[in-house]
Structure formats: C-alpha cells, structure tokens
C-alpha cells in the first residue's frame, strides 16, 4: 500500500490510428488549421490538431458523457 496521497497516474502512452476521411472533411481540416494560426500564430499540422478536435468533442457531447457515467 502506498504511504503517498496521489494516485498512480494513468496511461498516457499514446496510441497510433491510421485513418481516412474525405476530401471536404480533409479541407475542412485544412481550413481549421489555417484558423488557428490565425488566431495563435504558429502553423500547426493538422495531424497535431486532430487529437483535440476530438477531445474537445468527446468532452462537448452531453449525451455521451451522460452514457459514460452511467457505465461506470
């Protein structure tokens, strides 16, 4: 038994997903990534982005946090 307060941190080893979208979601991207650097300056590659395009929606989604908790 630990004698520390924190908890064991999670897994935080990425995972690598190869995957395809279509072309108008692939300059959709593109666009996205042309806003943010406009409003943040750096260029960012949309591969760098699309993690937390997902996260951020994951998290917006009431009615899938909803489900999650109620799995617990």
Do not use: C, N
């Amino acid at each position: 038994m630990s004698m520390i307060k924190l908890a064991k941190l999670p897994d935080k080893t990425p995972v690598k997903l190869a995957i395809m979208v279509a072309p108008d979601l692939h300059q959709a991207l593109q666009d996205y990534a042309a806003a943010y650097a406009a409003s943040y300056g750096p260029e960012v590659p949309v591969t760098d982005l699309v993690p937390a395009i997902l996260s951020a929606f994951l998290e917006g989604d009431r009615g899938f946090q909803q489900q999650k908790r109620k799995g617990k």
